[in-house]
């Protein structure tokens, strides 16, 4: 189900935006906008939707407009044109009561630099959404800590945010979006002010409890890694603009421009691909009803020194080597039983790359990638996955 | 320049004054009337209470928020002004001083609050901030006579004035130097203006304005001193005397009380920020 609709959002920064808004219509360059009127573009035509239970990464550099195009979503910024829909409901055209409303029970926020209140305890921090809403202290102390167990902060309440490290500051900040079971969390940024291993952890962390509770997550980021670890669809951000929608895989395997191509270049791509990514279709299979000779002629055929064995339906049953084929053929023998190996390393359509490559270096037979029915999809070779590793995507033949 | 007319801006200033005190001296009486049975009564009151109790207690304050030496200086410096005779007169200046700051605090921090969040009456109210910090205080004190009469109560108006900016300007810092993501922070999670303003912002902006309010104790307490020559009477008013009758010993004697009295404050309340 749909549950946020971004539709069409500008937000141009100054107070004299009409003229640029024409020229963002007319479709003139921020450069030219800012030069004639003094107008700078935060964000233009931006449009995208999102389902419910959806962790929807919005990725670019600096200055493209991500974090104006979140607090566009909450209201936080008033967009110059457009709408945002949540749950249909157009929020540009709500009463500022029913946005308060809004805010307190459907939407939470967490921030880059946490945003925890210095004067408050953990508990209280954690409790803040709860508290505006005029919530009974005791129903509020018990949600907060509920929401602090859920984040694995269970005997820090009574600290304050001085006393805890980033990491768990931000656990705090999810907590505290946690608290008030919003259908949608808004994060800024949230694990780029941590160090490389506690924001890996936090990832970990975060899909764990999305897991759990299934929220619509909106996610900024400005690294590629993380935005393919958290998203199940990425958005990417260029000078204000959107320029590119899709998931993790097309965004790898297909850029859409020149500006994706190299954002995407310094990505650890073994993280990123999985197995059905880089394999190829395995075309030469052979059947056991099939003979020694056979199955020597189509490894002939086609350059190889083994070939994988496969039922009617499809599904894996092994492979036979070049040798043992030979051998059997020699000794006049009409079928495969008896020589087909079953040691096949395996792989599922998303097992990720990372996982194979220790597999690849050794073994002397492709991998098998196959489904739960074992039904043989592809075949990962060196080459491919070398490819893939590599950035290219080209139609392979084994 | 010789032929453009002299500005008369000092017969305008009394045609104002002279207007405003024909059609509000009223107002400004009735004003006066309470302003002064609560500054009267405040004074009637400290001098009521045993000096030893509240040399005791001020000295205990002073150890809770400021520490051993200071508990210590105020227990001698108190003791010392009891000792020379100049107990009353230091409680009625403290008295002017608690009055004026108290309409400092009341009236400064609403408008500091009012300035931070309202560009159009931060642009109004910074330049009369800027004329009242600036203008000589005696050139306000003698006006005040005809609108509030002698005494204490335009002693602690005039106060008002003289010490009222900080107050203001710290608040205003105080309140625009809460972080942009703190105040994304109560906005997104669908805070109230007044639920900003008592749960973010002042909270957060505590610090800043009790600096400005430390400052607004040190300024009255100079003014309430000059208020003397409208006829304020307490320490201020031993040393008006004390110049007129040309008796340097006597003046001595009450500008050390106030000394001691500005440093007790100083340090008790530069300190109020720093505790919690
Ligand atoms: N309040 C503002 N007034 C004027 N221009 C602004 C304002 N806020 C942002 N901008 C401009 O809008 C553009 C987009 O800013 P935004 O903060 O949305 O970028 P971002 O992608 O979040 O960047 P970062 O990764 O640095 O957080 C930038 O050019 C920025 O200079
Ligand atoms: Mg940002």
Redesign the pocket.
């Known amino acids: 189900m749909e549950k946020l609709k971004v539709s069409n959002v500008t937000k141009i920064?100054g107070n004299n935006t009409d003229k640029a808004m024409e020229m963002v219509l007319k479709g003139e360059d921020n450069e030219q906008i800012r030069a004639k009127t003094k107008q700078?573009v935060?964000v233009r035509e931006a449009s995208f939707s999102v389902e419910e239970g959806e962790s929807f990464v919005i990725m670019?550099l600096?200055?493209?407009?991500?974090?104006?195009l979140l607090r566009c979503i909450n209201q936080l910024i008033k967009p110059t044109a457009g709408h945002i829909y949540l749950d249909g409901q157009d929020l540009t055209k709500v009463s500022s009561q029913e946005l308060i409303e809004i805010r307190r029970k459907r939407m939470g926020m967490v921030f880059q630099r946490f945003a925890l209140l210095p004067n408050r305890t953990i508990l209280e921090n954690v409790g803040y959404g709860l508290e505006v809403q005029g919530i009974a202290r005791k129903v509020r102390t018990e949600q907060a800590k509920k929401a602090l167990h859920m984040v694995g902060l269970k005997g820090w309440e009574d600290y304050y945010p001085h006393n805890l490290s980033g990491g768990m500051q931000q656990r705090v900040g999810i907590a505290r979006a946690l608290a008030t079971n919003p259908d949608i969390l808004l994060m800024d940024?949230p694990f780029s002010a941590l160090d490389p291993l506690i924001r890996q952890d936090m990832q970990d962390e975060l899909l764990e409890i999305q897991k759990k509770l299934h929220k619509t997550i909106i996610f900024i980021t400005?690294d590629l890694d993380e935005a393919l670890k958290i998203g199940d669809r990425i958005a990417l951000m260029k000078d204000a603009r959107i320029v590119q929608i899709g998931e993790p895989e097309d965004i790898l395997l297909s850029p859409a421009s020149d500006y994706v191509a190299r954002f995407v270049e310094n990505v650890n791509r073994s993280k990123a691909l999985t197995a059905s990514s880089v394999m190829v279709k395995p075309r030469s299979v052979v059947y056991p009803k099939d003979g020694p000779r056979a199955a020597l002629r189509i490894m002939e055929v086609h350059g190889i020194s083994s070939v994988f064995v496969v039922d009617r339906k499809g599904a894996l049953i092994g492979y036979v080597r070049a040798e043992d084929a030979a051998e059997a053929a020699e000794k006049g023998q009409r079928e495969l039983d008896g020589i087909i190996q079953n040691d096949v390393p395996t792989a599922f359509d998303d097992t990720p790359l990372s996982e194979l490559l220790d597999v690849l270096a050794y073994t002397k037979v492709p991998v098998a990638v196959i489904d739960e029915e074992k039904i043989l999809k592809g075949v990962l070779v060196r080459g491919s996955v070398i490819a893939g590793l590599a950035g290219e995507r080209r139609d392979w033949d084994e | 320049m010789n032929n453009i007319p002299r500005i008369p801006l000092a017969k305008w200033t009394d045609m104002a004054i002279d207007w405003l005190t024909v059609n509000y001296q009223n107002t400004t009486q009735a004003i006066s009337d309470v302003l002064k049975g609560a500054i009267v009564g405040l004074q009637d009151f400290l001098i009521s209470i045993p000096p030893e109790l509240v040399i005791i207690v001020v000295a205990l304050i002073a150890w809770w928020l400021a520490g051993k030496r200071i508990a210590l200086f105020s227990l001698v410096g108190l003791a010392f002004i009891y000792n020379i005779q100049l107990w009353n007169e230091t409680m009625q200046t403290i008295a002017m001083v608690i009055a004026a700051v108290s309409l400092c605090i009341i009236i400064g921090v609403p408008l500091g609050i009012l300035t931070a969040k309202n560009m159009t009456a931060h642009r109004i109210i910074t330049p009369i901030l800027d004329f009242m910090q600036t203008l000589p205080a005696f050139v306000y004190l003698l006006p005040a006579i005809p609108f509030f009469g002698l005494g204490v109560v335009p002693a602690v108006i005039t106060t008002l004035i003289f010490a009222m900016p900080p107050i203001i300007r710290l608040t205003d810092l105080g309140i625009k130097q809460v972080p942009e993501e703190l105040v994304e922070l109560g906005k997104s999670f669908g805070s109230t203006f007044f639920q900003m303003l008592f749960k973010i912002e002042l909270p957060l902006a505590r610090p800043t304005i009790l600096a400005g309010i430390n400052q607004c104790i040190m300024l009255s307490l100079s003014m309430v001193v000059i208020a003397a020559m409208i006829g304020a009477k307490g320490l201020g008013g031993v040393v008006w005397t004390a110049i007129q009758n040309l008796k340097m010993g006597m003046g001595f004697e009450a500008g050390v009380a106030i000394v001691i009295i500005a440093i007790i404050l100083d340090r008790i309340t530069q300190n109020l920020g720093k505790t919690n």
């Open positions: 920064y700078v935060g670019g600096s200055g493209s407009g991500k974090s104006t940024e400005h």
